[in-house]
Structures are given as structure tokens and as C-alpha cells.
């Protein structure tokens, strides 16, 4: 029988996002904050290519963010409601990192695994936050899918996408637990 690691076992278990706006300060500093990364970056990535990067953004860049926001949504005439709630991610955070997807050219590895592991260091990263004891939420938003609003906000190239904004801080309320997936109805057994 294999080595049973429980408190890991247990942690993945009962693991609980937190809403991003119920984070607050302090937020993890730059050495706790290695440390997380450092996790995320051990995500499965078929063939060693490091098909993500990260954007930690601070503070100052969080406010700098929120008014462009302000200012991409009046450009396309979105609805008022849908600039204030993207605007409200990046204006009411104190730190959060992009993950951006960032695919290599490769003959082995096929572009769509290259984006699927970074949609998996998303999860390691909050993760590895949550299990270092802070609060963590995976967002994205119109936003992150608007390319004026990456290429020019952000500074992603033409064949660079956000995989994710993980917002980091100190939770100031647990979230109750929440209705999980039926297993015996998502799952299907094949023995031959």
C-alpha cells in the first residue's frame, strides 16, 4: 500500500475558496508570497516548458487597473453594472496575481495541455495559499478576456491569455460550505 499522506488527504478535502471580497489586509508578503509561487510553479507541465508566467499585482497597480477598466468598459458601451463589478476586482483588492497562459512552440506538446496547466497552477496557487494559511480566490472576469485590456493593461503579447487573477489576503469571514458535485452522477466506471 502506498504512503498515506492524511493532513494533505484532509486539507484537499475540505478545502474552501474565499470570496475575493471578503479579503482584506495583511496580505502575504514577498517571502511568504515566493513561497506560494514557488508551489504553483511545481504544477504538472508536460514537457518542461513553463507554458505561464506570473503579474503580481500591488496596490498602486491594482488602482491603476481599476481605472483602465473603467475606461475599456465606457469604450465598448458595456452596461454600468458589468463596468462596476470588473472594476470593483481590481479597485477593492490588495493583492492579487495574473496568471498569465503563456504556450511555447513545441512539436510534442500540444498548445491546448500547454493552457491546461496553467489552468492547474491557478488551482496550486490558491491552494498553496490556503494551505499557507491566507485567503484565496480564482477570478477572471470581461476583463481578462479583452485583448486591448491585456496587451496594453497588462503588457501580454498577441499569443498570451490570462488563465486566472488569484486574489490573496487575510479572509474576514469563512464561507459556509457549499453543495458539492453528485460523484455516482459525473462519474463512469469502465472496467474492459
Same mark, same amino acid.
Given at each position: ?54 503579474? *503580481?499585482?500591488?496596490? $498602486? @497597480?491594482?488602482?491603476?487597473?481599476? @481605472?483602465? *477598466? ?28 495574473? *496568471? ?9 506538446? $500540444? ?22 494559511? /491566507? ?6 472576469? /470581461? ?35 457549499? $453543495? ?13
Amino acid at each position: 500500500m502506498p504512503a498515506l499522506n492524511q493532513a494533505a488527504l484532509d486539507f484537499l478535502l475540505t478545502r474552501r475558496s474565499r470570496p475575493a471580497k471578503t479579503l482584506t489586509v495583511p496580505v502575504p508578503d514577498r517571502d511568504a508570497l515566493d513561497v506560494i509561487l514557488t508551489a504553483a510553479a511545481r504544477t504538472p507541465d508536460h514537457g518542461k516548458l513553463e507554458p505561464w508566467r506570473f503579474i *503580481v499585482l500591488e496596490k $498602486p @497597480a491594482l488602482t491603476r487597473l481599476a @481605472a483602465d *477598466v473603467a475606461e475599456r468598459g465606457a469604450a465598448l458601451g458595456m452596461h454600468m453594472d458589468s463596468i462596476a463589478k470588473a472594476v470593483s476586482q481590481f479597485a477593492n483588492a490588495d493583492l492579487a496575481v495574473v *496568471v498569465v497562459s503563456s504556450p511555447k512552440p513545441s512539436e510534442k506538446v $500540444p498548445a491546448i495541455e500547454q493552457v491546461y496547466s496553467a489552468g492547474a497552477v491557478c488551482l496550486a496557487m490558491v491552494n498553496a495559499a490556503l494551505a499557507a494559511g /491566507w485567503g484565496a480566490n480564482w477570478l477572471s472576469g /470581461w476583463a481578462s478576456h479583452d485583448r486591448p485590456f491585456v496587451e496594453a493593461s497588462l503588457g501580454l503579447t498577441a499569443d498570451e491569455a490570462v488563465a486566472g487573477l488569484i486574489h490573496l489576503g487575510t479572509e474576514t469571514n469563512a464561507p459556509p460550505e457549499r $453543495p458539492r458535485p453528485d460523484l455516482a452522477a459525473i462519474t463512469t466506471w469502465m472496467s474492459q
